[in-house]
Structure formats: structure tokens, C-alpha cells
């Protein structure tokens, strides 16, 4: 009889047969004559228990005892449903094979400090609580593409490394690149993805971004992913509409394919449920009045940091977007607002529970001489420009796009309170290893 090799995230569709797995010894323990092995694949976690009798000798017994942790191991057994067991199901194992034994494992049981875990991020992915926060995050990025490729939206990878900064220069990684000269790590692929939207309409990329973050927050590392989607003919509040339509997805799909990740997270998913169109908008101008009737030290003028953003949400059960900052805060492409050019046609979309801005974006500047005049503002160097300002000399139109930073949208759904644990491996001020 061929016993099949199966997924542990699989079992229930083999309750009652004889299956093999393959996967590692996550944890263990024994009485007597049983041992009750913990065996995880990356698909899940199943307690297999083992008796001295008709399949092990007690001699057998004892050496399945020792195994240490994390060997890999390959069992054969049957499925039983076990409404006691976590996940509902245990092996009943008949043969077990060590693949390869175990060095003595660095992470045990114990309580570790985050730095411990970081250093060793490598095994610390294989715990249960760090692959369910990876999983949602690969559900996140599968329904980004879902969402925006069901909307006509065309992928188009931005380059990661770039002749010049999008925004500022205190926050560039900076490269010697042949005999050219600097090259810099992408800090956005907005002004690609703006040429894409002319070629296709609806564009976007979803990349890697890096910016050399002087601040040690939770909220900021050094190398994160960005979602960034451009649409030719937008204004900013199609924008707007385009963006809460896109979170509600990502979150509703978190919730559809994810309840077993949210249980061994302990993440409360009330809160998630309430994450539909339409979100609330306030101006920037309701946002200081916010702040001020709070008693927060806000003047009108200043930028929001995570307290001030925190602050604004609060009253809000889902994310809320603040729109009209004042021009002098915010990016140079910024479109302004006709009405009253001391502002720009922008949003920022803070997140709900205290997670801060998720996304920021804009109507982008269209007028040829208008982004010349920012870019002197700037003191941006023309030349490396010169390709951006070709889309406003050849058939220019409004259009709008938005940033959404994968991390921290990863972070508010799985309920993470700082970032660095919402990508596989983080870099930040003091962390590149490993
Ligand atoms: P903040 O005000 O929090 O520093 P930002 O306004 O500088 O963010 P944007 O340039 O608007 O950020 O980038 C778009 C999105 O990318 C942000 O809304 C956020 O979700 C994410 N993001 C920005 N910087 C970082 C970072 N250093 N680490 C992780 N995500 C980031
Ligand atoms: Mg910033
Ligand atoms: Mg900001
Ligand atoms: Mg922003």
C-alpha cells in the first residue's frame, strides 16, 4: 500500500488513513510509555504520540524520547480526530525515521529578548507565532495583486537602483555606480510608475523600498516593501476611493483565509471586521483642531508623527484619511489645490488601534512649468529630472497614485505592535544580520 506524504495543513481531508509527513520536531514530552512528539512541516503543527507496543519497544521508546528538538524526522501514522489535540486532529504514529538529528536548539521555551530572536531571525521564522504573522503577510501581498489585477491594473517593476531621490536626500543610500557616478537604492518608484500610467493607464509596483531612517520607531525600518499604483486621469479623490476600496479587500481576504493565524496570534478580530468603504475624511485643518481640543502641542504647519497620528484615530473604528496638508510638508510633485495653492490635493490614510499612516498619496503636479518651479524649490538637479518632466511635455493629464508600506499594513491586521516582526528578515539602524 503507497501511504501518502501529506501537509500537516491538510489533515482533516484524511481523518482515519494512514499518512506520512516530513517535517521537524517542534517540541516534546513524554510519560511512561507514551511519547507525545509536536511534529511541524511549515504547513502546521500535529501531535503525534507514540506507545510502547504494537509499532515501538520500549528500547525504541526511550531513543524516540531523546530525539532532540528540531531534528528532522519522517512519521507515519493514522489521523485521528482529537477535539482536545490543537488543530482538532494527532498521528498516531506507527513508524518514525530521524533524518537528521538536531545540534542542541538556541530557542527553547523559555522567554527570549526580542534581540536574542532577532539575531537568530533565521530559526526564529519557524515558530508558531512568526510563520502565522508570515502567512498573513503573504495573503496581503497575493490580495494586492488580486484586487489590482481584477481592476485592470498592469504590474510594472519599478528600478531599485535610481540616478536621483524622489524625496529629500538625509534618507538616501548612496552608491558609487561605474564611472557614471551616484546611484541611489530606490526610495519610491512613484516617478517610474507616473511614466507607466501614460504607457498603461493603471500601473503599479510592489517593491522593495530603502530609506536610511535616522528614527528608531516602530513604525520605520531601513529596507520595507511598498505597494504603489499610479492612474492616469485620477484626481485625488478617486485616489481616495481607489485606496479604501483596496485596504477593505486586503483585510476581508485576511479574514476569509487566515482565522487560524489571528487564533494563534490572539489578534481580536472585532476590530477588522468593521474595515469597509467608506472610510471617514478630515482635513488637515480638522486634524490640528483634533489635536488641539485634545490638548496636544500642535501648531498648524507642523508634520504628524505616530503620538500625534495615534491621537487623530482614536476616534475612528476604521482608517481614517486626512487630505489637504500644507504644501511646504509634503513632496515636491504634490499637486496644489486651486482653490488655495498654499495646500496640495494629498491624503494621508491613518490606520486604526494606533498604527499610524499606512499610505500616503496625491494628485501629482501636471503642469510642465509648475513642476520645473518646484524642482528649483527643491533644488532637485534638473538634469536627472529632465525624463520626469517629458511626461508633462507629451500629452500630460491629472493622475494620482498612493504608497502603501507593506509592513506596517501586515502589522495592523496581524495586531504586531512594532514592525520589524512583519518582514522575514528586517534591516534597520543597528540590524543587517543575518
Ligand atoms: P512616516 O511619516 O511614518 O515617516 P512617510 O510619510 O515618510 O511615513 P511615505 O513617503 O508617505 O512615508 O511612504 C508611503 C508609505 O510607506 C507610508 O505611509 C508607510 O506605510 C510606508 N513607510 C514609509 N517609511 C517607512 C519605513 N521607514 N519603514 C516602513 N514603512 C515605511
Ligand atoms: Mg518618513
Ligand atoms: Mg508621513
Ligand atoms: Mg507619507
Known amino acids: 500500500?503507497?501511504?501518502?506524504?501529506?501537509?500537516?495543513?491538510?489533515?482533516?481531508?484524511?481523518?482515519?488513513?494512514?499518512?506520512?509527513?516530513?517535517?521537524?520536531?517542534?517540541?516534546?514530552?513524554?510519560?511512561?510509555?507514551?511519547?507525545?512528539?509536536?511534529?511541524?512541516?511549515?504547513?502546521?503543527?500535529?501531535?503525534?504520540?507514540?506507545?510502547?507496543?504494537?509499532?515501538?519497544?520500549?528500547?525504541?521508546?526511550?531513543?524516540?524520547?531523546?530525539?532532540?528538538?528540531?531534528?528532522?524526522?519522517?512519521?507515519?501514522?493514522?489521523?485521528?480526530?482529537?477535539?482536545?489535540?490543537?488543530?482538532?486532529?494527532e498521528l498516531e504514529i506507527n513508524s518514525l525515521q530521524l533524518v537528521f538529528p538536531s545540534e542542541e536548539y538556541p530557542i527553547q521555551k523559555m522567554e527570549h529578548s526580542v534581540d536574542y530572536l532577532m539575531e537568530r531571525r533565521h530559526l526564529w521564522l519557524r515558530s508558531k507565532k512568526q510563520n502565522a504573522l508570515l502567512r498573513i503577510r503573504n495573503v496581503v501581498m497575493m490580495s494586492i495583486h488580486e484586487f489590482l489585477q481584477?481592476?485592470?491594473?498592469?504590474?510594472?517593476?519599478?528600478?531599485?537602483?535610481?540616478?536621483?531621490?524622489?524625496?529629500?536626500?538625509?534618507?538616501?543610500?548612496?552608491?558609487?555606480?561605474?564611472?557614471?557616478?551616484?546611484?541611489?537604492?530606490?526610495?519610491?518608484?512613484?516617478?517610474?510608475?507616473?511614466?507607466?500610467?501614460?504607457?498603461?493607464?493603471?500601473?503599479?509596483?510592489?517593491?522593495?523600498?530603502?530609506?536610511?531612517?535616522?528614527?528608531?520607531?516602530?513604525?520605520?525600518?531601513?529596507?520595507?516593501?511598498?505597494?504603489?499604483?499610479?492612474?492616469?486621469?485620477?484626481?485625488?479623490?478617486?485616489?481616495?476611493?481607489?485606496q479604501e476600496n483596496l485596504v477593505s479587500f486586503i483585510v476581508n481576504q485576511a479574514l476569509k483565509k487566515c482565522q487560524n493565524e489571528f487564533e494563534i496570534l490572539e489578534r481580536d478580530t472585532a476590530p477588522l471586521q468593521k474595515i469597509q468603504p467608506p472610510f471617514p475624511r478630515i482635513s488637515y485643518t480638522e486634524a490640528i483642531d483634533i489635536l488641539k481640543k485634545k490638548g496636544a502641542p500642535a501648531q498648524w504647519g507642523d508634520d504628524f508623527g505616530g503620538d500625534e497620528e495615534t491621537m487623530i484615530s482614536e476616534g475612528f473604528d476604521r482608517p481614517v484619511f486626512i487630505h489637504h496638508y500644507p504644501a511646504h510638508i509634503k513632496a515636491f510633485y504634490m499637486q496644489p489645490d486651486p482653490e488655495n495653492p498654499t495646500m496640495v490635493l494629498n491624503d494621508d490614510l491613518i490606520a486604526p488601534e494606533g498604527y499610524g499612516e499606512i499610505i500616503g498619496?496625491?494628485?501629482?503636479?501636471?503642469?510642465?512649468?509648475?513642476?520645473?518651479?518646484?524642482?528649483?524649490?527643491?533644488?532637485?538637479?534638473?538634469?536627472?529630472?529632465?525624463?520626469?518632466?517629458?511626461?508633462?511635455?507629451?500629452?500630460?493629464?491629472?493622475?494620482?497614485g498612493f504608497g502603501l508600506g507593506i509592513e506596517r499594513t501586515v502589522a495592523w491586521i496581524a495586531g504586531v505592535k512594532h514592525i520589524r516582526e512583519a518582514i522575514p528578515f528586517p534591516r534597520q539602524i543597528y540590524r543587517i544580520y543575518p
Open 361 to 400: 498619496g496625491s494628485e501629482r503636479i501636471h503642469d510642465l512649468a509648475l513642476l520645473e518651479k518646484r524642482l528649483e524649490e527643491h533644488h532637485l538637479p534638473r538634469e536627472a529630472f529632465e525624463w520626469y518632466l517629458d511626461i508633462r511635455r507629451y500629452g500630460t493629464v491629472p493622475h494620482s
Open 150 to 242: 481584477s481592476e485592470g491594473f498592469i504590474l510594472l517593476d519599478s528600478p531599485i537602483l535610481t540616478p536621483a531621490a524622489c524625496e529629500g536626500t538625509s534618507t538616501l543610500f548612496e552608491l558609487q555606480y561605474f564611472d557614471i557616478g551616484k546611484a541611489y537604492l530606490s526610495q519610491s518608484g512613484q516617478l517610474y510608475m507616473e511614466a507607466g500610467a501614460t504607457a498603461f493607464g493603471k500601473v503599479y509596483c510592489l517593491a522593495p523600498t530603502f530609506r536610511a531612517e535616522k528614527s528608531k520607531t516602530r513604525r520605520h525600518l531601513t529596507e520595507f516593501w511598498m505597494l504603489e499604483p499610479e492612474v492616469a486621469y485620477y484626481d485625488w479623490q478617486d485616489n481616495m476611493v481607489l
Open 1 to 89: 500500500m503507497d501511504i501518502p506524504w501529506v501537509s500537516i495543513g491538510r489533515i482533516a481531508d484524511f481523518e482515519g488513513k494512514v499518512v506520512e509527513l516530513r517535517g521537524w520536531l517542534a517540541n516534546k514530552r513524554s510519560s511512561g510509555k507514551v511519547a507525545f512528539l509536536i511534529i511541524r512541516d511549515g504547513s502546521g503543527f500535529i501531535q503525534g504520540t507514540a506507545f510502547v507496543g504494537d509499532f515501538f519497544t520500549k528500547d525504541q521508546l526511550d531513543e524516540i524520547k531523546r530525539i532532540p528538538i528540531e531534528s528532522s524526522l519522517v512519521i507515519q501514522g493514522k489521523v485521528r480526530r482529537e477535539e482536545r489535540a490543537p488543530g482538532g486532529y
